[in-house]
């Protein structure tokens, strides 16, 4: 056997001794320990008490514009959609027949105006010549010749105004500042005084209400703790709203008309609050949700990342347990700023496992580490002094 044929065959020998002590290394697994996982540690903070109700815009005011005289509309002086003020003039009525009146009534006033001197100076006549020349019968129909002249002009100044009146009403303006509607007439159009049909309406939008609807099982509910002190009533009530595409309107509104009437069809108690409304975003008839700070309380902020909902809706996380992971099912009353505001299930100290939930089983051992959760959201482990703080791997950040 040469040389060569040698070297093979302990090449050989070599390969299936390495096979042949492969399986029995690949059945000894590698030691397990402890799972490294985030903690934070809980306090319990004073925390403002959110109640998010359903609410539709309604306009605060929308009047119907109807005619006061009879006429024909001779012109439209307003372009629909565009912002008017409350004096506006929009609709024409022909003046022709009104001028007339108005006219007319002012001859009149001047007719009576000119027989109250002479009525007046008939009865002082007579009244000097009574006892001689005059009677008493005569006295007394001068003073009644002169209290109807002085009847006559009063009322020629009335039907004076009447007519300057009906004549101001032929120019039909805005009652108020707002957006008016189309015109449901033409130029040309016989209109009369009081018809049923209007000829537009102006709708106000700023500011604008909105009706909101409490559940009113649930308001109770807040009043008997309120009573009992385990919530601070808030000194004003205001409402935030967020809009149908899900952005949160800039400004607040306040509370208008409180409720005081439960509706028989929905077990719900109507509130009005007013918002601003410049731009006019809000429009009458949208449908929003507002929340309203009820009041503020006692309570622990858990982070959304590291609380998970079942099936049964029942909220739960994970806390470090003398280095074991315990579940604890959470009782909530909210949410505010990406934080579930929690009642029960925890107390001040313990330390709320915030990353490494993937996987994990009650009672699993665990090597918790303090982290920190930054204002993105970000977790990060808790630096040494003098040094920024490190965000978790990926593989340390547990999904819920």
């Known amino acids: 056997m040469n040389r060569r044929h040698l070297l093979c065959l302990a090449r050989t020998g070599s390969i299936l001794a390495a096979l042949w002590a492969s399986p029995g290394q690949a059945q000894q697994p590698p030691a397990q320990g402890a799972r490294?996982?985030?903690?934070i540690v809980?306090?319990?903070?004073?925390?403002?008490?959110?109640?998010?109700?359903p609410g539709r815009a309604v306009a605060r005011d929308a009047v119907?514009?109807?005619?006061?005289?009879?006429?024909?509309?001779?012109?439209?002086?307003?372009?629909?959609?565009?912002?008017?003020?409350?004096?506006?003039?929009?609709?024409?009525?022909?003046?022709?027949?009104?001028?007339?009146?108005v006219e007319q009534?002012?001859?009149?006033?001047?007719?009576a105006k000119a027989a109250v001197p002479q009525a007046q100076a008939a009865y002082d006549r007579t009244r000097r010549l009574q006892g001689s020349a005059a009677t008493q019968s005569s006295l007394e129909e001068a003073l009644a010749t002169l209290e109807q002249a002085q009847a006559a002009e009063m009322a020629a100044e009335a039907a004076l105004r009447t007519a300057e009146a009906q004549l101001s009403w032929t120019t039909i303006t805005s009652p108020l500042?707002?957006?008016?509607?189309?015109?449901?007439?033409?130029?040309?159009?016989?209109?009369?005084?009081?018809?049923s049909d209007?000829?537009?309406?102006?709708?106000?939008?700023?500011?604008?209400?909105?009706?909101m609807f409490e559940p009113s099982a649930r308001l109770q509910r807040i009043r008997d703790r309120i009573e009992a002190g385990t919530i601070q009533r808030a000194d004003s009530i205001n409402a935030q709203l967020t809009l149908e595409?899900?952005?949160?309107?800039?400004?607040?509104?306040?509370?208008v008309a409180p409720g005081f009437e439960v509706s028989t069809s929905t077990g719900a108690i109507d509130f009005r609050f007013r918002f601003e409304n410049p731009e006019r975003r809000i429009l009458p008839g949208m449908f929003v949700r507002g929340s309203i700070e009820i009041g503020r309380i006692q309570a622990i902020l858990v982070p959304q990342m590291a609380a998970t909902r079942g099936r049964d809706g029942t909220l739960s996380a994970w806390v470090a347990e003398d280095g074991k992971a315990v579940r604890r099912t959470l009782t909530e009353e909210g949410v505010h700023e990406n934080a579930w505001i929690v009642t029960g299930g925890l107390n001040p100290g313990e330390?709320?496992?915030?990353n490494g939930t993937t996987g994990l089983a009650q009672g699993a051992e665990i090597a918790p580490t303090p982290v920190e959760i930054d204002e993105n959201g970000v977790v990060r482990d808790l630096p040494p002094d003098g040094t920024d703080p490190a965000p978790a791997t990926p593989a340390d950040a547990g999904t819920n």
Do not use: C, H
């Not at 009879?70 to 409350?86: C, E, M």
């Not at 008016?180 to 209109?191: I, K, T």
């Open 36 to 39: 490294a996982v985030g903690t």
């Open 42 to 53: 809980l306090q319990s903070e004073s925390v403002p008490l959110i109640s998010t109700i």
């Open 64 to 101: 119907s514009i109807r005619p006061r005289v009879d006429g024909f509309v001779t012109d439209i002086l307003y372009s629909p959609g565009q912002p008017i003020k409350a004096g506006a003039p929009m609709f024409q009525i022909d003046r022709t027949t009104y001028q007339a009146s």
């Open 105 to 111: 009534a002012r001859a009149n006033l001047a007719s």
């Open 177 to 195: 500042d707002g957006l008016p509607s189309v015109s449901a007439v033409s130029v040309g159009d016989l209109v009369t005084a009081g018809q």
């Open 198 to 211: 209007a000829l537009a309406t102006v709708t106000q939008l700023d500011p604008i209400d909105v009706d």
């Open 245 to 255: 595409n899900g952005r949160t309107y800039a400004a607040k509104g306040e509370l």
């Open 351 to 354: 330390r709320l496992i915030v």
